[in-house]
Every structure is written in C-alpha cells, then in structure tokens.
C-alpha cells in the first residue's frame, strides 16, 4: 500500500510538470504567432491569438488547484514543495505572459491597416528573437533542472533591456520628426513595453529552476545588486 501511494504521489507530480510544460508550449506559441502577426500587418493571425488565451488562463486555475490539493493530501518534503511552489508562481509567470502576448496581439490589429514602416521593423523583430528565446529557454531550464541554463536566462534579460531601450530612443525620435506616424509609433511602442514585461516573466520561470535546485530564492537579489 505504501508504495502504491508512494506511485500514485510520483505520478501526480509529474502530471503537474506536465501540464505547466504544456501551458508553456501554448504561451509560446501565442508569442510567437502575435510577433508574427505585428510586424506582417496579419489581422486574421492577430485575431487567433486574441481569441486564444481562454485555454492559457484555464491550464493556470487547474494547475494551481492540482497543486493545492497535493500540498494539503501529501504534506510533501521540502525539494518537493519548492516544486510545487515553483509550479504555481511559474504557471502565473506564464499567464500573465499570455497576456502580455494577447496585447501585443491587440496592437497588431491596430495597425494592420497602416502603411508598412520604412525600417521593416527590424528592431522590434530583434527584440522578439530575444525575448522568445528567453522563454523558450527558461521552460527548457524548468524542464531539466538546469542551473546554468536558468543562469544564462537570467543574464539574457540584460540584452532585452537595451534592445527595448533603443526602440523607445527610436520611436520618440520618430513621433517628433513624424507627427502622421504617432499612432503606429506608440502600438509598437506599446507592444516592445509587453515585449519587455514577457521576457521578466521568463526571467522570474529561470529564477524558480535555482529555488528548485538550490533551496535559494534570489526574485530581488538582481535589484539589490544592480541598486
């Protein structure tokens, strides 16, 4: 019987890794598509990912709700709960990224019918690759229990910071010079802002592997060090 519950118990917590991995592929997906569909002026693809994000915020309520459970049945041993702990603050990270993508998708829509910027969007794609990556590799460092592949992430986000500052530069220097050129200006603008805020969430997934693995919550030891 003890080790039918001992199965049992393992299975239910793979069963919650599994389902953030999933929630995770969704989100990336979103991301992706909604980058996609700013910088094509594709208005049926933005509306997708608009439409979307019904199954991202149920995957959350269910996996919080699966992890509750467990802690309250099982009372799990401490490299056990940071897993779960880890679980629920990431399934949060990832809703909210959602979110951030649906936005993004949003302010496709907005300028779908506007004349194609002369520039291609050829920082707002540079900054896309860098924050997808991010995402895809914290939940790649989630998945294995990967110290310095979380690491690595958590440095990425310097590199996202600077990219997104340059287009804030660009795009107020556009708006000045460019009155006709304000509305488009500011939903780029807007979506590089949910561009930015996806990749601290990826960040914040990246910083959940080290509490896993090394029992050290470091959410606002950055901050402190860069203060």
């Known amino acids: 019987m003890s080790r039918h519950i001992s199965e049992q118990y ?10 953030l991995m999933e929630m995770g592929g969704l989100v990336e997906r979103q991301l992706q598509d909604a980058a996609q569909a700013l910088v ?15 199954r991202v915020n149920q995957l959350e309520v269910d996996l919080d709700d699966s992890c509750v459970h467990i802690i309250a049945r099982r009372q799990p041993a401490a490299s056990d709960l940071r897993l779960l702990v880890s679980i629920m603050r990431a399934s949060t990270d990832l809703e909210r990224a959602g979110d951030e993508a649906q936005r993004i998708a949003k302010m496709a829509l907005n300028v779908s019918d506007l004349r194609y910027p002369e520039d291609q969007y050829g920082e707002i794609k540079q ?23 979380a690491k690595r992430t958590i440095e990425a986000d310097h590199q996202v910071d600077d990219a997104y500052g340059n287009i804030c530069q ?10 006709d050129q304000v509305k488009h200006a500011l939903n780029t603008l807007w979506s590089a802002r949910a561009l930015e805020r996806i990749a601290d969430h990826a960040k914040n997934i990246a910083e959940y592997v080290i ?8 959410r606002h030891a950055h901050q402190e060090l860069d203060s």
């Open 170 to 179: 660009t795009l107020s220097d556009r708006m000045r010079e460019h009155p």
């Open 10 to 19: 393992d299975t239910e917590l793979e069963n919650a890794r599994r389902r």
């Open 211 to 218: 509490f896993q693995v090394e029992g050290e919550d470091i």
């Open 40 to 54: 094509t002026h594709d208005a049926e693809l933005a509306s997708y990912v608009v439409d979307g994000d019904e």
């Open 127 to 149: 900054l896309s690759e860098l924050v997808i990556q991010m995402v895809s590799d914290a939940l790649d460092a989630f998945a294995r229990l990967d110290v310095e592949g």
